[in-house]
């Protein structure tokens, strides 16, 4: 089906270091002691909380609601008891904490009612508002939400599921395809209905010949348009433009997305989430992560999302030179900051780091200009140029030089010979950009605000002036008849003159005013003792003579 | 003579037209670089420069009554952009009108609010919400964090809190580690 492959420019070979832990097969982690599962799944989506401390929960029980349009569902790992709900760590390269609910688990791991879901049977809408409660989100990079990402439906022809796993030392793809393939397939077939595709290209970096091989003997029984590719290996064939271009030869230019030229791209791990959500209806709980670096038994395992970092290690035993732990690949991994970070459904890879195997970078040079970096680039970018203006902190330009087509794969520094850590230099240049956006939003609105309050007042002062003009309009017409009736006789007199001047005029408003209120005082008599009932009235007259008589003992005692 | 008279006359009274209707047509309404000034500063409303809000501050700022440093909430990366913009020397911040602080906004202590709806008519962005009597409290996200309802409080019960970073707000740090001189 496909007669040629197509090439990205750029990119690096490191060394792929994934036979340590690709030989064995993927092992059930045991129950762990606690679960920390955070109800943010990343940086854009939280969802509500729906327990409570205290509260009992089986396997697969919903306890978050996902908000917003790309939040998911969120569930418990296992059945247990709900211990707190707090801040705890979460996966992120702050470190900073996020709401967590804390799991202890009673060890019967005891499943809700799964019902397999029938999405031939519903509409489009509803079959993708069950991966949304089932908590579906992409599994190989940045998260994003499964539902939202298969989108409208229409205009897409070509689905790309990315078995390329490129990154060094990572094997958990590897091991689910080997294991699981006709899984990974049955759910790329419910992707290619539900997003309406024509055919299946599935990339695998041509490292891994047995799952390439596994993955063909799956396909073969499905149909003609399904296609295992295998892909050369070259650092980052796994990222989703590099792939779609190395599968389908389309090139896609700055800001636009893969879906405008009919093509989207989904992991491996995420089809065979979707598998289960469909097949077994069972939310995604659990998933493959490697354990791999300086440990003494670098494998796969099958780990519930919430377990802590710290636990899971143990299945490994680093070894005792380890002096930090990575999350992620080598290139575009975090350093984690606690072990009692949870695993999230992006956590891929756990890597023990010892200062042998990842020895600490020599001292940033200055920039030679050699252009190495952007010779490495798979995005067609200049770092070099992005790191002059990221340096200076002249973001304006980094972005005129499209520092968001940015990948932060790290082959500019990885090859870069003066050892400058560009990929932070461009971290830091985004996240600048996004605070300076935030805060241009935040004033827009609050000019807005400011403008529209002084508008408000203006309003009100004029709708004031407008209301007092017209009211004394009213009384200076009304006011011969009204300082007749107010005034008496004499008064009558002087208001039965013509108006002769503005002076008598006045008095005679003066006038009137004070008789008005003289009236208003007269009419005015105590109210709360009117129309009382008889028993108020007697329990009154109780209190009266109680105080009266209080009154007489004192005057008595006083002289 | 005549002719040339006729035509230079032709050619003013044309040229008028099309003068007088581009400056109706093409007429800019208000000041543009007021408004450039305006989007500079932060529109925190605080009234710390001396003037009551940000725009009557960039008014005067293009008058040339106003210097560049008087804004304390922009700071110094609001100082060097006024400064490029008008094409002056950056200056530092001017100490009569305050000191740069990190961004706060306010709470009230709703046990102790009497509810009088001091702070709710001082709030320039309307970002309290309360009734007489009645309890108020502070939209955080509306805040701009300029004091002004502080100092009206007849209870002290409003404090400045400073934002705590979130995995939203968080950013990664600028990599130039400064040498730091051994003590």
């Not at chain 1, 418990?76 to 900073?96: D, F, K, N, R």
């Not at chain 1, 990315?162 to 397939?185: K, Q, S, Y």
């Not at chain 1, 636009?256 to 009919?262: A, C, M, S, V």
Request: proline content about 7%.
């Amino acid at each position: 089906m496909i007669s040629r492959l197509f090439n990205f420019r750029g990119g690096v070979k490191p060394e792929s270091h994934k036979t340590e832990s690709s030989g064995t097969p993927i092992d059930q982690a045991p129950l762990p002691k606690r679960l920390v599962i955070p109800l943010r799944q990343s940086i854009r989506s939280t969802a509500r909380c729906l327990v409570e401390p205290g509260q009992k929960v089986l396997k697969g029980e919903h306890i978050g609601q996902g908000e917003g349009s790309l939040g998911t569902g969120v569930h418990a790992s296992t059945s247990g008891t709900v211990v707190e709900i707090a801040p705890y760590p979460m996966a992120h390269a702050s470190g900073l904490e996020t709401l967590s609910v804390v799991i202890a688990p009673d060890g019967e791991d005891r499943w809700i009612d799964r019902v397999p879901f029938d999405y031939r049977k519903v509409s489009r809408e509803e079959a993708l508002g069950w991966l949304r409660s089932c908590g579906i989100h992409g599994m190989g990079g940045a998260g994003f939400p499964t539902h939202v990402k298969l989108g409208s439906g229409t205009g897409i022809d070509t689905l790309v599921i990315n078995g390329a796993e490129c990154e060094p030392w990572i094997t958990c793809d590897d091991r689910l395809m080997r294991e699981r393939a006709a899984g990974v397939l049955s759910g790329a077939m419910i992707l290619r209905e539900l997003i309406g595709a024509r055919r299946v290209l599935v990339g695998i970096e041509d490292n891994k010949p047995d799952a390439i091989e596994r993955m063909r003997a799956a396909a073969s029984t499905i149909g003609d348009d399904v296609a295992v590719v295998a892909v050369p290996t070259l650092y980052p064939a796994g990222g989703e433009k590099q792939l779609i271009r190395v599968l389908t030869g389309i090139e896609i230019p700055q800001g636009k997305f893969g879906t405008d030229f009919g093509v989207q791209c989904f992991n491996v791990g995420t089809a065979h989430a979707v598998h289960r959500a469909i097949h077994f209806g069972e939310p995604l709980l659990s998933r493959i992560v490697t354990l791999t670096g300086n440990v003494a038994h670098p494998g796969n395992h099958e780990v519930l999302l919430g377990t802590q970092v710290a636990e899971l290690l143990a299945l490994a035993g680093p070894k005792a030179d380890t002096d930090r732990y990575i999350m992620g690949g080598p290139m575009m991994g975090i350093e984690l900051q606690s072990l009692g970070v949870p695993v999230t459904a992006t956590t891929n890879c756990i890597i023990a780091a010892s200062p042998t195997l990842f020895p600490p970078p020599p001292p940033e040079q200055p920039c030679i200009r050699c252009g190495e970096c952007a010779r490495a680039c798979p995005a067609d970018l200049q770092p070099f140029e992005l790191y002059w203006f990221s340096r200076a902190k002249n973001f304006g330009k980094a972005q005129e030089y499209h520092l968001f087509d940015c990948i932060e794969c790290g082959c500019c520094a990885y090859v870069c010979p003066s050892h400058i850590p560009l990929v932070d230099y461009f971290r830091f240049s985004k996240g600048e950009i996004w605070a300076r956006e935030r805060e241009r939003t935040a004033s827009d609105q609050a000019r807005a605000r400011f403008e529209f309050r002084n508008f408000r007042q203006e309003r009100e002062k004029a709708e004031k002036a407008a209301k007092l003009a017209a009211k004394a309009a009213e009384t200076r017409a009304k006011l011969p008849e009204a300082a007749a009736t107010a005034a008496g006789t004499a008064a009558a007199a002087v208001a039965a003159e013509p108006a002769a001047s503005p002076e008598d005029l006045k008095k005679a408003l003066v006038a009137a005013a004070l008789a008005r209120a003289k009236q208003q005082k007269a009419a005015v008599t105590p109210k709360n003792t009117d129309s009382l009932s008889a028993e108020t009235q007697a329990e009154i007259a109780a209190i009266d003579a109680r105080r009266e008589k209080r009154n007489t003992q004192d005057a008595d005692k006083t002289p | 003579m005549l002719t040339a008279i006729l035509i230079m006359t032709g050619i003013a009274i044309v040229l008028g037209a099309a003068l007088g209707y581009a400056s109706i047509r093409f007429k800019v309404a208000g000041d543009p670089l007021v408004e450039k000034i305006d989007a500079i500063l932060p529109q925190t409303q605080c009234g710390q420069c001396g003037y009551p809000g940000c725009k009557p501050y960039a008014q005067a700022i293009s008058n040339g009554e106003a210097d560049i440093n008087q804004c304390p909430p922009g700071g110094e990366e609001g100082i060097r952009k006024l400064a490029d913009l008008l094409g002056r020397e950056v200056k530092p911040l001017s100490e009569e009108h305050g000191t740069e602080k990190p961004k706060s906004v306010a709470r009230i202590d709703e046990q102790v609010c009497i509810g009088c709806t001091l702070c709710i008519q001082a709030c320039p962005v309307d970002a309290i919400v309360g009734a007489a009597k009645q309890m108020h409290t502070v939209v955080a996200p509306l805040c701009t964090g300029c004091e002004l309802c502080v100092a009206p409080c007849p209870v002290d019960c409003i404090s400045m809190a400073p934002l705590a970073e979130t995995v939203e707000t968080w950013k990664w740090k600028y990599p130039v580690h400064e040498l730091r001189s051994a003590a």
